[in-house]
């Protein structure tokens, strides 16, 4: 079971970046996903999350209007494209998946399998 998220770095305010989640060795359609973000010393805090066929969408409020969950399960991929970034966005992002719950998960808890995350940098 696999996660590899891609498509971090360096951007200046105001601009944007779309991240990719690539998954193997699982059935990505069976599992709701979510994208996560963590700062050092501050907990993994949920940015979207989705569930298993795409009808359903959460996105938190500091992000709401800016970024966007999507997945393409034919390519067990998941998307987070992220426009109008803000300097405190700037954070190591993970993708995650679940098969435990229903619906879009809000939670880093309930979900089982995680990416090695990826560096978001956004300059003011």
């Known amino acids: 079971v696999q996660l590899q998220a891609s498509g971090g770095g360096l951007v200046q305010a105001g601009g944007s970046l779309r991240l990719s989640c690539a998954a193997s060795?699982?059935?990505?359609?069976?599992?709701?996903i979510g994208w996560f973000r963590q700062t050092p010393g501050k907990e993994r805090e949920v940015v979207a999350s989705?569930?298993?066929?795409?009808?359903?969408?959460h996105h938190s409020d500091s992000v709401k209007g800016r970024f966007t969950i999507s997945r393409d399960n034919s390519k067990a991929t998941m998307y987070l494209q992220m426009n109008s970034l803000k300097p405190e966005d700037t954070a190591v992002y993970y993708c995650?998946?679940?098969?435990?719950?229903?619906?879009?998960?809000?939670?880093?808890?309930?979900?089982?399998?995680w990416g090695q995350g990826t560096l978001v940098t956004v300059s003011s």
């Open positions: 995650a998946a679940t098969n435990l719950k229903l619906g879009f998960p809000k939670t880093a808890g309930e979900y089982q399998h």
């Open positions: 989705i569930s298993r066929r795409g009808g359903s969408t």
């Open positions: 060795g699982f059935i990505l359609d069976n599992h709701a």
